[in-house]
């Protein structure tokens, strides 16, 4: 018996005015898989993950969460539930150290309102080193001083600190090396197998054959299929991506 989705959209649409961004789309990642989520530039991905972490709220449609239907307001909202999700652009500060970085903005802190250094640094290498992340000299280093490989580990890092169960990842291997790159994706893998469901967004099909358990194809803002990697093939995908058929032409009234 196939585990339940930990995270499930039925039906989800949004538009922004005449631009029908998304159309009745499902979409759901279930505890331990990775679930790419591909398709060309404009085929919806960014609007669906920003609709399920609530900066843009669906207009139509139902999120379930763990079995319960859930309403996403915002990013806190997403948060609360166990959702983070990490950026192309990282959303890290290259001043501060790695520790600053995984606690921006929910510092501990000591009576007096001093922080909590201690704590904070030890919470941050248990992290690290629970996720195998063994390429840092120190968690003192700012993260100016780090390669892409290792910003990308700290980024990832800091969404599952917080008791998160489902990681989204927008194009996690975008400008980075080979040596980098396999240092993701084998990240990536250890966080599916810790029980988490994780989502990758990514242009790299090689990438995706890699990690990935199952595949969903966006076109034109609806859903045209989801395969398992095991039994499909990079050209599946591709004309999927490219070909794949549609509920509704865009444009076109509902009939």
Request: charged share 20%; hydrophobic share 45%.
């Amino acid at each position: 018996m196939a585990p339940s989705p930990i995270l499930e959209c039925r039906g989800v649409s949004k538009s922004f005015g005449a631009v029908q961004a998304l159309y009745r789309v499902d979409f759901d990642v279930v505890p331990g898989e990775v679930m790419a989520l591909v398709g060309d530039n404009g085929a919806g991905k960014s609007t669906l993950i920003k609709g399920i972490a609530g900066i843009y709220p669906f207009n139509e449609g139902e999120t379930y969460f763990e079995g319960k239907r859930v309403h996403i307001h915002g990013p806190r909202d997403a948060a609360m539930l166990g959702i983070e999700i990490v950026y192309q652009d990282l959303a890290l500060a290259d001043n501060l150290d790695v520790v600053a970085n995984m606690f921006l903005g929910r510092e501990r802190k000591k009576v007096g309102w001093r922080l909590d250094e201690a704590s904070m640094e030890k919470a941050a290498i248990e992290t690290l080193h629970s996720l195998s992340v063994m390429t840092l000299r120190t968690v003192r280093q700012t993260v100016a001083e780090l390669s892409g490989g290792q910003r990308q580990s700290i980024a990832v890092a800091k969404a599952v600190m917080w008791n998160s169960k489902v990681v989204i990842l927008d194009e996690p291997t975008a400008a980075l090396g080979v040596a980098q790159t396999r240092q993701v994706l084998d990240l990536v893998r250890r966080l599916a197998d810790k029980g988490l469901g994780v989502v990758v967004i990514s242009h790299n099909l090689h990438d995706i054959f890699e990690v990935a358990n199952r595949i969903t194809v966006l076109r034109l803002g609806q859903r045209v299929n989801v395969f398992e990697t095991r039994l499909t093939t990079q050209q599946e995908v591709v004309h999927a991506i490219t070909a794949g058929k549609l509920l509704k032409v865009p444009g076109m009234a509902d009939a």
